[in-house]
Nanobody, 121 residues
């Protein structure tokens, strides 16, 4: 069984920084694209950033220049460095990954349970 576990969420002041981590574990054969999504109260879940296995990144316009996504393939881990945080960044952040399990030949999309990020004075 494959699991994704997020960490690093919490409370930050406007202009502050947080670094989120998401580690995959279990019978993983290969991890392809990984990403971060977020969902604020009363809003639909939205894409924040994605990164391919080769390191090609994509960001939502609202976070460009402020957030940086990265990954460590050896650790099956994806990170989200968040800087210049704004109250509008407040949301539950979820990581996801397209993964092929050792016992499978097809990929499946996995989701973490989410970590709360609150930006407030």
């Amino acid at each position: 069984q494959v699991q994704l576990v997020e960490s690093g969420g919490g409370l930050a002041q406007p202009g502050g920084s947080l670094r989120l981590s998401c580690a995959g574990s279990g019978s993983i054969y290969r991890v392809y694209a990984m990403g971060w999504y977020r969902q604020a109260p009363g809003k639909q879940r939205e894409l924040v950033a994605t990164i391919t296995r080769g390191g090609i990144t994509n960001y939502a316009d609202s976070v460009k220049g402020r957030f940086t996504i990265s990954r460590d393939n050896a650790k099956n881990t994806v990170y989200l460095q968040m800087s210049s945080l704004e109250p509008e960044d407040t949301a539950v952040y979820y990581c996801n990954a397209d993964i092929i399990m050792v016992s499978s030949s097809v990929p499946f999309t996995y989701w973490g349970q989410g970590t709360q990020v609150t930006v407030s004075s």
